[in-house]
């Protein structure tokens, strides 16, 4: 049974059965080049400009910015999930 606490801090703290967090780690390491692809692709759109020099797509350099920090902080989870894997290995 997992259950999710939040602490004062701000913190989530998730009890996850090992199948599910190798699961987890799973998806999130099978995705990355997808995250990657899609902010390559928001970056791009973004430079696209019309005759007058505006942007063709407005909000999409600031969406390949959510894409770059979204990735960091799925890196920085992915970093969480490590000791767990090198603790399974030890038994």
């Given amino acids: 049974m997992s259950a999710t606490t939040c602490g004062a801090d701000g913190s989530v703290t ?12 799973m998806y999130l390491l099978i ?3 997808w995250r990657q692809r899609e902010a390559a692709a928001c970056r791009r759109l973004g430079e696209e400009r019309k005759e007058d020099g505006s942007p063709v797509y407005q909000n999409m350099i600031d969406n ?8 960091d902080t799925i ?3 992915q970093g969480k999930l490590e000791p767990w894997r090198d603790r399974r290995a030890a038994k």
């Fill in 14 to 25: 998730m009890t996850l059965t090992e199948g599910e967090a190798m699961s987890l780690k």
């Fill in 31 to 33: 995705s990355t080049s």
């Fill in 64 to 71: 390949a910015d959510w894409w770059d920090k979204t990735n």
């Fill in 75 to 77: 890196e920085t989870i």
